[in-house]
């Protein structure tokens, strides 16, 4: 399986015109651009598992337009990253997150075990907690920010916003109108988020992101779906606060788990829409625009249809080769434009090689720099 899958990579993006990239040599040009004090990191986990077949592969390359004529002639696109961990969204992302394994209960929310990305980067680059966010999905991802680690944690954490949090707490009375807004958890699709604290919620809205309750209930109104909050959220921060770094976790395409391929499709094509308007978002903004690494990569893929032990798209059980094999876009400053990798990289390499980008050092994570983005 796992060699099938990887002959089949060399057939990715044959028609995109991209050359396949061997070994780099950075100029030391690059190298300096890469410690500049100014620059901006963007990470976005492109969903809750995706397979090649409908994202990057030749067949699947209809439903990312955005990425594959936005994106992709800008960046260093990976064929193979793979997940040796957990498949279960939060557990994964804590692992991107953390640059090891984690084994945290996924359906808990519970802390990472391992020092964050963003304790690493706050605590070394002396940044303040303003500098590092991350906007998530609800469940579990309120204790995505910082560890329990004792050399890190408290207080050395990234800022979490959840909007379905948000949306909970500016609503008034009924939800009906939001219903749509506060899914979460598609394999548990009765789970609903629980508030945590009002007031919180309300004055992140209106001190931080400079919204009112009214308005943002208004314009809530117009939106589709959780990953659609997710990016105006998105907007509201890099206006009003600018971080330095952000992270994205979208989870739309999970409602696979209902079993509607359809489902899962449109949740691809509007992820992909999305980030195509991130993208445009970061070029529009003076404080990001050309200083800004966006890393984008999903979390895990789904099940093989040809694994007998799995039901396909739906699910990402059987862990075979489909399900933790996916793939790594990076585009900004000092990365190569339109390259393709087809060498296996893991998830657990990403923290140190925005370690090796930005200067900080993931001292815990046990992955290792990827050579052509460093
Ligand atoms: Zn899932």
Same mark, same amino acid.
Not at 194 to 207: A, D, I, K, S
Not at 325 to 346: F, Q
């Given at each position: ?15 995109? !015109? ?30 809750? !598992? ?23 002639? !800008? ?5 193979? =990253? ?5 498949l279960?969204? %939060? ?16 359906? &808990? ?8 990305v ?17 906007? &998530? ?15 890190? @944690? ?15 707490a ?22 609903t988020?629980?508030? !945590? ?10 001190? =931080?992101?400079?919204? /009112?309750a009214t ?16 990016? %105006? ?24 788990? &209902? @079993?509607?391929? /359809? ?31 966006l890393? =984008?990569?999903?979390?895990? @893929?789904?099940? &093989?249809?040809?694994?007998? @032990? ?34 296996? =990289? ?29």
């Open positions: 399986m796992g060699l099938q899958l990887s002959s089949n990579r060399r057939e990715f993006l044959r028609h995109a !015109g991209l050359t396949l990239g061997s070994t780099l040599l950075r100029t030391p040009f690059a190298r300096a651009a890469n410690i500049n004090p100014k620059k901006k990191l963007v990470v976005v986990t492109f969903g809750g !598992g995706a397979r090649d077949q409908e994202t990057f592969a030749p067949e699947g390359q209809e439903n990312i337009p955005h990425m594959m004529r936005k994106l992709l002639p !800008g960046a260093t696109f990976f064929t193979q =990253v793979v997940n040796r961990g957990i279960g969204h %939060y557990v994964a992302t804590a692992s991107l997150a953390t640059g090891v394994y984690e084994t945290i209960n996924n359906f &808990a929310s519970l802390p990472p075990e391992n020092p964050t963003f304790e690493y980067y706050r605590k070394d680059l002396k940044r303040p907690s303003s500098d590092a966010w991350v906007v &998530a999905p609800s469940n579990g991802f309120n204790r995505i920010g910082e560890s329990n680690h004792r050399s890190y @944690g408290l207080g050395f954490g990234a800022r979490v916003v959840l909007p379905k949090y948000l949306l909970k500016a609503m008034s009375g009924s939800g009906a109108d939001y219903q749509h807004l506060l899914r979460d958890n598609y394999e548990n699709p009765y789970y988020p629980e508030l !945590g604290n009002r007031e919180f919620e309300l004055q992140q809205l209106e001190m =931080v992101l400079k919204l /009112s308005d943002f209930r208004a314009h809530a109104k117009t939106l589709s779906s959780p990953d659609e909050l997710s990016l %105006y959220i998105v907007r509201q921060l890099i206006r009003q606060v600018s971080p330095s770094f952000l992270w994205i976790t979208m989870h739309d395409i999970d409602v696979a788990h &209902a @079993g509607a391929y /359809s489902l899962y499709i449109e949740g691809i094509r509007r992820t992909d829409r999305l980030c195509g308007e991130l993208w445009t978002l970061l070029e529009s903004e003076p404080e990001y625009s050309g200083k800004t690494t890393v =984008v990569l999903p979390d895990f @893929g789904r099940d &093989a249809d040809e694994d007998a @032990g799995g039901n396909g798209f739906q699910h990402h059980r059987t862990g075979d080769a489909a399900a933790r094999t996916t793939w790594l876009m990076a585009m900004g400053p000092g990365i190569r434009e339109g390259v393709v990798h087809d060498r296996a =990289v893991e998830s657990v390499d990403l923290v140190p090689t925005l370690g090796t980008m930005l200067g900080f050092s993931p001292s815990f994570a046990h992955g290792k720099p990827i050579s052509e983005l460093v």
